[in-house]
């Protein structure tokens, strides 16, 4: 089993800074690419950043120069840092990754529960 938890959620305000993580755990052989998406109230969800094994990103426009993705292979860890946060920036997020088990000559992709973010005076 695999499972993927986010965390560093909170209420911050505008300008201010989170570090979202997403930790994969269980039976990993390896980690392909992993995403951020975001979702916010009556809002579809949408991308917000990827980066593949390699370390190779790319950010949604609406967040480039201010958020930056990166990832600890040794921790089977991603993180999401986030700057110069913005109420249109409130949402739900959610990280997902494509995952192979040590059993399976296939990669799956696995989604998180979400941390909710709140940027608000």
């Known amino acids: 089993q695999v499972q993927l938890v986010e965390s560093g959620g909170g209420l911050v305000q505008p300008g201010g800074s989170l570090r979202l993580s997403c930790a994969a755990s269980?039976?990993?052989?390896?980690?392909?690419?992993v995403a951020w998406y975001r979702q916010a109230p009556e809002k579809q969800r949408e991308l917000v950043a990827t980066?593949?094994?390699?370390?190779?990103?790319n950010y949604a426009d609406s967040v480039k120069g201010r958020f930056t993705i990166s990832r600890d292979n040794a921790k089977n860890t991603a993180y999401l840092q986030m700057n110069s946060l913005k109420p249109m920036d409130t949402a739900v997020y959610y990280c997902?990754?494509?995952?192979?088990?040590?059993?399976?000559?296939?990669?799956?992709?696995?989604w998180g529960q979400g941390t909710q973010v709140t940027v608000s005076p």
């Open positions: 997902n990754a494509d995952i192979r088990s040590p059993a399976s000559s296939m990669y799956r992709r696995y």
């Open positions: 269980g039976s990993i052989f390896s980690i392909s690419l």
């Open positions: 980066i593949t094994s390699g370390g190779s990103t």
